[in-house]
């Protein structure tokens, strides 16, 4: 668990990929001698903060989001949200400003209004996120950022066993989108890429538990070609890889810009359920994990 140890203490909200970004290019360049393939990486301007490994011959791209949510400092001790975060007074806040490192807690008031409580003012515009923390124990994950750092994790973990694919860092997911568009322009326009899988972490329902697979999901807010969505799923099938069917008609991922794409590109979204969403306190169940990176490691040697 020490490289998902490292991926919780990265602070990356939207608009500072770029730090999860050198780290998983260090990480890779450390690490891929002992991958079955050593992939192409690509970043730099023409991708601003976003990262693409290629290995092989590509058919399918994984895309992984980097971003998570947080707040942004507004005027004087206020708050403003960065994408849907929990909120409850007393949570433990980190960030930094030209002043120095920054710990806080954060402040709800009666009409929902966030503020955040700290001996002096932190400068306006700066990034705050939750205290980095990972507690291991009793078949669980729990803490901050599971969304997406385990998504993250599990693209990693398949790099090591794949030949042929293509694995995307991507960002803005939980601040509206926006990367999207221009990757998926590039992998249609220089590998002909026609499938994508979303590696996110998914919501414990009524329907969804934890500890009884990696979830599949069928349909969010925006609903998948059904042709290939049968595919995967005769193939996870065959897999006998522990697995569960998600139904949902809201919420979304990387999958909705691809779905909104000029581009013939199928996706769809597979990862581990968590509870506690959104919070410091994010769970999930090992196995879940561990399924969920079983799962990609077969589809993308099968698709």
């Known amino acids: 668990m020490k490289l998902l140890e490292q991926l919780i203490d990265i602070p990356s909200p939207s608009g500072s990929e770029y730090l999860m970004r050198d780290f998983i290019t260090q ?4 690490h891929s001698d002992s991958w079955k393939v050593q992939p192409k990486i690509l970043s730099g301007d023409f991708l601003q903060d976003n990262l693409i490994l290629v290995f092989g011959e590509p058919r399918t791209a994984i895309f992984a989001h980097m ?36 710990q806080c807690t954060l402040r709800v008031d009666d009409e929902g209004q966030l503020f955040y409580d700290f001996p ?19 078949g ?20 090591e066993h794949l030949t042929d694919g293509v694995i995307v860092f991507s960002s803005f997911e939980e601040h509206g989108g926006g990367s999207v568009p221009i990757l998926i322009k590039y992998l249609a326009e220089n590998y002909s890429i026609k499938q994508c899988l979303i590696s996110d972490i ?9 500890e009884s697979g990696v979830a599949i999901s069928m349909r969010d807010r925006n609903i998948p070609r059904r042709k290939f969505l049968d595919r995967v799923l005769e193939l996870a099938a065959e897999s006998g ?9 809201g919420g979304s991922s990387d999958g909705r810009e691809i779905h909104h794409s000029p581009y013939p590109i199928d996706w769809l979204f597979i990862g581990a359920p968590e509870d506690n969403v959104h919070s410091p306190h994010e769970r999930v169940a090992i196995k879940d994990l561990t399924a969920m990176i079983a799962m990609y490691i077969y589809l993308m040697e099968k698709l």
């Open 120 to 138: 002096r003012a932190i400068e306006t515009g700066t990034t705050l996120t939750w205290k980095p923390a990972l507690k291991v124990g009793e």
């Open 67 to 102: 971003d998570t949510i947080g707040f942004t400092v507004r005027y004087h001790d206020q708050l403003v949200p960065i994408g849907g975060p929990d909120v409850e007074n007393g949570y433990e806040l980190v960030g930094r400003d030209s002043k120095g490192l920054i």
């Open 202 to 210: 998914t919501w414990v329902t009524e329907g969804v538990q934890h």
């Open 27 to 30: 990480y890779v360049r450390k």
């Open 140 to 159: 669980f994950l729990e803490g901050p950022y599971m969304d997406n750092r385990l998504g993250i994790y599990n693209a990693l973990k398949v790099a």
């Open 241 to 249: 890889i522990a697995h569960q069917l998600e139904v949902e008609g």
